[in-house]
């Protein structure tokens, strides 16, 4: 594997008006359809401490304050996804945090309209990453593979 497709793991978060209109698993499999396989998963309701962890590096903007209350509304659907470039893959297909600047073929293009209601989170660094998923998967995740994988990810002549 080449190193511009190196393996990568990435938190994404399915904001509450994902969960509410119902939408999470069109969402997700959009993602596995793309080839990028599921690490860990988990359905919650945000804690407000939580959410301040989440977006501390946003602390004392003036959109802190409605984030932590926007991802606390109601349940989350938060998962790590895996595979080669996913971070990069993972913040293509969402798109422009703006719903109106998002692309069409975009998640956010498709289906959000409006600020705060922009359906997802995306880890947008491997250092974001990676901290993201410590502290929404303090546990770790699940390392597996699919046979399928090395006809979405090898880069060369079958053997």
Do not use: C
Not at 92 to 119: C, K, Q
């Amino acid at each position: 594997m080449s190193p511009e497709s190196a393996v990568q793991r990435t938190l994404v978060i399915l904001k509450p008006d994902a969960v509410q209109r119902g939408i999470a698993g069109e969402i997700i499999a959009r993602f596995e359809r793309r080839g990028l396989r599921i690490a860990a998963l988990r359905l919650l309701k945000v804690e407000r401490a939580l959410a301040e962890e989440h977006y501390a590096v946003h602390k004392g903007k003036f959109f802190y304050e409605d984030l932590v209350k926007m991802i606390s509304a109601s349940p989350v659907v938060a998962f790590v996804l895996e595979g080669p470039n996913a971070i990069g893959v993972v913040r293509a297909m969402v798109g422009a945090t703006r719903p109106h600047e998002a692309a069409p073929g975009t998640i956010r293009g498709d289906y959000a309209l409006v600020g705060l209601r922009n359906l997802v989170h995306a880890s947008d660094a491997p250092e974001t990453a990676e901290s993201e998923i410590a502290l929404w998967f303090p546990d770790g995740v699940v390392s597996y593979t699919r046979d399928v994988e090395r006809w979405m990810t090898e880069d060369k002549a079958p053997s």
